[in-house]
């Protein structure tokens, strides 16, 4: 299966049926065989007799086009057909009798020949019939220079949203239409695809990048070889520009229209070379990035252009309350901040006070440290991707550097936690460095707060479980750190604790599935038998700490 | 080129530059390196001090998310990495210092161990800082039953609307922090997709359809063979409403997702299939579809399913400024009205009155055109699709049946022109048909009005080109309407109006270019020569007209 359909002759039905479903709509009956969508709280003898009703509607394969703009200040209705095939005259001719009041019925067609004799007919029909209609014909494709009729195409949406604006503001209907067709004489859009769309149940046609496409997937005026998104809007920008004359002293308003399916990140990149081509300055607004008048799923996209005159601009931008209409950005060079990355509360000092002994049992585990590289990078090898002794050590070398110059505080617990957490967020590197920088940073917090060592530890290394999500038994240095620190906190001594490390990181050689951390992602048989380098880590940590007191008590 | 893209580097900021171009944002200055959006009204000092700052991100390639979701109501920022990868401390850090007031910041972080760790190192040195800050994880992906970390993905974005929601409610830190995590406790999200994404500059990778996708390209939990969007659609929604247990009383909110790539239509199809598995009854409200939450351009979707109670329900469909939130639609069975397909002002009678000499006429031309058919075909053959002859048959059929059934006024031609007008409408199908139907139709009306024939003619072609766009010498029929209609608003006679018919038709045959109907298509060569058969056809009705004329004169 190519593209997520059921039955290909389902499919404008089916997205009919969502419409229905999720709009504030009323629909003709499934009996009638007619696809007619109308704004639910509509009432032509009631709004309309002082509002004119706008209808628009055509082919399917367009969506959100066309019920997607049903709403208050949009569409009063709409009529569908098939896939790219126009309505019959009978469906359209009930959906003005349904909606046309005394105010009078505004038809928006594009220019296409069935849209235009069957909504005409109609048209014609409904006046016989006494009613107050008028049509206004949209031809912005500017694809072909020459040609005696432009397709109608995305701009269509541009010309209801005026419409439906004028009309909700009581404006009377030779107006609106006179309005329409100012509008359309100052629009111009201009479509490239790099992939045709495919109809539902065929493969895609294979066809070179186009330039000049209309929306039902009718070949483009001219083949083109785009080498980039910039390259790609300065095909289209050109021509447009050029249809639409010298830019008057007014900014434009852009449309940026996805044909199909092109990604969001696609439809981005697009839009910032397009403001970027036309100058920031000269764009005054933005409708899109959206897929608004799509070509199935045509890999592609199309951009209109229209002088944003003041009047035009209170239209596009009033509240409507179509689903799919995406509203009107501002186009403006973004004010900028400068972020605060200063250090803040920062524990490193210039001219650190120092006590000799906690000094000396700091130098003592960066030497440890160091001396253990190897070792803890060959047991990494065995079971991730082998640097754990590299990142431990550059840690270390971290502390050695801010020790040389008197920058971390050793008289005091908190602000040398704090600092060493401070440290290691900078120059360790890799998930390890932030974890232990966690456990750090959140245990010199605790200490400030006034909690004791154990506890302020056991504090960081719950925050290094509530951020890093392991539990105790997936294999991280957190099974030897969790048993040494209730050993601490239940009292014991250093040497306990170091005992209870050393136990918690052996017993990591028998874990054989690992949920986090490094390990994660190996095979069992790769683990067996190998100590998880973290917890060794600890291990020699809380070792080096513990023989650091036994000689530091002897000296006394 | 396959995809719309600038160097693959600029992805990520070609597309905050829109978003900070076009939305009400402040951006991070671009020396700093660090991509930083905020609402552009916030104060910290002014909002910040009633109000939780909400902070979100992540990597990069989720587009719209998360920058799409700034805005009052929703966001208050966003902190966003690389494609596919989190931002480091650094500048979260800078955010929450940029944001967080008296109130306090709320970060909403997605289950991933990356972004884990940077906004939980970033929260830990803020509170050290002295700032009030607070950590919800989402872990909607219900792919992996047992899996100990689920991933965080489209559901963010309920989280987003609700915190943000609270937020501007004036809620306390606490008390947002726990309704989130009360959130993220009932909803579930599940992923499926027919292609992978292809990063920009590389190819898509070939893989099978697969159920179970995270947002990053990552491989589905297990591959799939659906076959149709409802297959697709069942296989998430199993595994979906089976992991969040039986359904309560309360009615689902389904959130649906373009994970990249899909059409509109596919989208519409799915959503069809959503709400008919579902059952419309038991889904009270629809977000989507569109895309929200995307990794690049992959081809799938994903749904998110979540109980909606009142208080979700508030926060959900409360306003906001993010400019991506698509709203959140109620679902209901669309109401429906029979469409009114009455002829309305009915020209056909069941009695009409009879004028012999006019019925005998309008006979004369029936047998004409049955007569003309296979020369009109042959001439068609040349330049159309050979179907000319039958369709002026057709339409001579429904004269005939309509006479033989006494339906038709001949004693006035108003009511005789309409009716004929309706008569074509209905059976004669084809663009010739709609036109003549608009020619008869209009003509008609003119008469009612109380013109002449000939003005009332004049006025009907005039609305077969208003609706038909052709113009004289385009090879249509007009070119031998025209000049007849002309000789007879100047006074000639049906037999000198005749002739202007036949010169017209004839000089057809050395128009080699068509601007409009059915040889707009056609190669030149084809059309030398041939008179086209639409011209030929009126040419003859004006010589049967004037031969009636001549011979009713004759028997006067």
């Known amino acids: 299966?190519?593209?997520?359909?059921?039955?290909?002759?389902?499919?404008?039905?089916?997205?009919?049926?969502?419409?229905?479903?999720?709009?504030?709509?009323?629909?003709?009956?499934?009996?009638?065989?007619?696809?007619?969508?109308?704004?639910?709280?509509?009432?032509?003898?009631?709004?309309?007799?002082?509002?004119?009703?706008?209808?628009?509607?055509?082919?399917?394969?367009?969506?959100?086009?066309?019920?997607?703009?049903?709403?208050?200040?949009?569409?009063?209705?709409?009529?569908?057909?098939?896939?790219?095939?126009?309505?019959?005259?009978?469906?359209?001719?009930?959906?003005i009798r349904e909606v046309c009041g005394a105010a009078g019925c505004l038809l928006v067609v594009k220019n296409y020949t069935g849209d235009r004799l069957n909504f005409g007919l109609a048209a014609e029909r409904a006046r016989a019939e006494g009613l107050n209609v008028e049509m206004v014909i949209v031809a912005d494709d500017v694809a072909i220079a020459e040609a005696p009729q432009p397709r109608g195409i995305a701009g269509t949406l541009l010309v209801h949203k005026l419409t439906g604006y004028l009309a909700a503001q009581g404006t009377p209907l030779g107006e609106i239409q006179h309005q329409a067709n100012a509008l359309c004489e100052r629009m111009g859009s201009l479509g490239m695809a790099l992939k045709p769309a495919a109809h539902p149940g065929q493969p895609a046609a294979?066809?070179?990048?186009?330039?000049?496409?209309?929306?039902?997937?009718?070949?483009?005026?001219?083949?083109?070889?785009?080498?980039?998104?910039?390259?790609?809007?300065?095909?289209?920008?050109?021509?447009?520009?050029?249809?639409?004359?010298?830019?008057?002293?007014?900014?434009?308003?852009?449309?940026?229209?996805?044909?199909?399916?092109?990604?969001?990140?696609?439809?981005?990149?697009?839009?910032?070379?397009?403001?970027?081509?036309?100058?920031?300055?000269?764009?005054?607004?933005?409708?899109?990035?959206?897929?608004?008048?799509?070509?199935?799923?045509?890999?592609?996209?199309?951009?209109?252009?229209?002088?944003?005159?003041?009047?035009?601009?209170?239209?596009?931008?009033?509240?409507?309350?179509?689903?799919?209409?995406?509203?009107?950005?501002?186009?403006?060079?973004?004010?900028?901040?400068?972020?605060?990355?200063?250090?803040?509360?920062?524990?490193?000092?210039?001219?650190?006070?120092?006590?000799?002994?906690?000094?000396?049992?700091?130098?003592?585990?960066?030497?440890?440290?160091?001396?253990?590289?190897?070792?803890?990078?060959?047991?990494?090898?065995?079971?991730?991707?082998?640097?754990?002794?590299?990142?431990m050590q550059s840690g270390a070398d971290s502390l050695a550097r801010a020790l040389d110059a008197r920058q971390l505080t050793t008289t005091e617990l908190a602000?040398?936690?704090?600092?060493?957490?401070?440290?290691?967020?900078?120059?360790?590197?890799?998930?390890?460095?932030?974890?232990?920088?966690?456990?750090?940073?959140?245990?010199?917090?605790?200490?400030?707060?006034?909690?004791?060592?154990?506890?302020a530890l056991a504090t960081g290394v719950g925050k290094m479980q509530e951020y890093g999500g392991a539990r105790a038994g997936d294999r991280t240095m957190l099974d030897a750190l969790l048993p040494a620190i209730t050993a601490l906190e239940e009292g014991n001594s250093l040497v306990e604790a170091a005992q209870a490390a050393r136990t918690g990181a052996d017993a990591t050689a028998s874990l054989t599935t690992a949920n986090a951390g490094r390990s994660a992602y190996v095979p069992e048989s790769a683990l067996k038998g190998i100590v998880d380098p973290g917890a060794e880590a600890v291990a020699r940590v809380f070792e080096t700490l513990a023989q650091a007191k036994a000689s530091s008590s002897r000296y006394r």
Chains 1, 2 share one sequence.
């Open 206 to 391: 294979s066809r070179s990048p186009e330039l000049g496409l209309g929306i039902h997937n009718e070949t483009g005026t001219r083949e083109v070889a785009p080498e980039s998104a910039d390259d790609a809007m300065r095909l289209v920008l050109e021509p447009l520009c050029e249809a639409l004359g010298e830019s008057t002293d007014t900014a434009w308003v852009a449309m940026l229209n996805n044909l199909g399916s092109c990604s969001t990140q696609e439809m981005g990149v697009l839009a910032e070379s397009l403001l970027r081509q036309l100058g920031v300055t000269n764009v005054g607004h933005l409708i899109g990035p959206a897929p608004l008048m799509t070509s199935l799923d045509m890999h592609g996209f199309s951009v209109t252009l229209v002088p944003g005159t003041s009047e035009l601009l209170d239209a596009l931008t009033a509240p409507t309350q179509a689903p799919a209409w995406p509203g009107v950005h501002r186009v403006r060079q973004a004010p900028t901040f400068t972020p605060n990355t200063a250090q803040g509360h920062d524990a490193l000092l210039d001219d650190a006070p120092q006590d000799a002994e906690t000094t000396a049992t700091v130098w003592r585990m960066i030497e440890m440290l160091r001396g253990a590289r190897e070792a803890l990078d060959a047991l990494d090898a065995s079971s991730g991707d082998g640097d754990a002794g590299a990142s």
């Open 415 to 455: 602000p040398l936690f704090t600092g060493i957490g401070q440290l290691l967020a900078r120059d360790m590197g890799g998930s390890s460095g932030v974890l232990l920088s966690i456990l750090f940073t959140a245990a010199g917090g605790a200490l400030d707060r006034g909690d004791g060592p154990a506890e």
């Open 1 to 95: 299966m190519e593209r997520f359909y059921n039955a290909p002759d389902r499919v404008v039905d089916d997205i009919l049926q969502v419409a229905g479903a999720t709009g504030e709509l009323r629909v003709a009956t499934p009996e009638s065989g007619l696809r007619i969508l109308i704004r639910d709280d509509w009432d032509r003898t009631r709004q309309g007799r002082d509002q004119v009703a706008v209808l628009s509607g055509g082919g399917a394969g367009h969506e959100p086009a066309h019920a997607g703009f049903i709403g208050q200040g949009m569409l009063t209705g709409v009529i569908s057909g098939s896939l790219f095939a126009s309505p019959s005259v009978e469906p359209v001719l009930a959906a």
